[in-house]
């Protein structure tokens, strides 16, 4: 597992800074409407600019998730595994995933 932690540092730091360039490109433009919450399924099929899309959302509620045929995570809290894609140029695929917690309810 700490073979591949430097590969989950570069993610990391790719989200971070995809972030940050879209907040900056964005500082322009007027602000978004807050929305409802959405259910973890309802996220599926959803688009975003740059050509990206949610390929996958689901509800993780047993603790444990089998993230590879090596590595198995327990003991988790609640959350919804978003899976997505983007294709920002025709020569890129970037896959990514995003565990979001659950509210209590």
Request: aromatic share 6%; charged share 10%; proline share 8%.
């Amino acid at each position: 597992m700490l073979m591949n932690a430097p590969k989950f540092l570069l993610v990391a730091i790719l989200l971070i800074a995809g972030v940050l360039h879209t907040n900056a490109q964005q500082a322009g433009r007027a602000p978004q409407v807050a929305r409802a919450p959405v259910a973890c399924a309802e996220l599926t099929g959803l688009t975003f600019e740059g050509n990206t899309s949610i390929t996958s959302a689901t509800l993780v509620t047993d603790g444990t998730l089998v993230i590879s045929p090596t590595v198995t995570a327990t003991n988790l809290p609640p959350f919804c595994r978003v899976q997505g894609l983007s294709k920002p140029s025709s020569d890129s695929s970037i896959f990514f995933e995003v565990w979001l917690p659950q509210q209590d309810r």
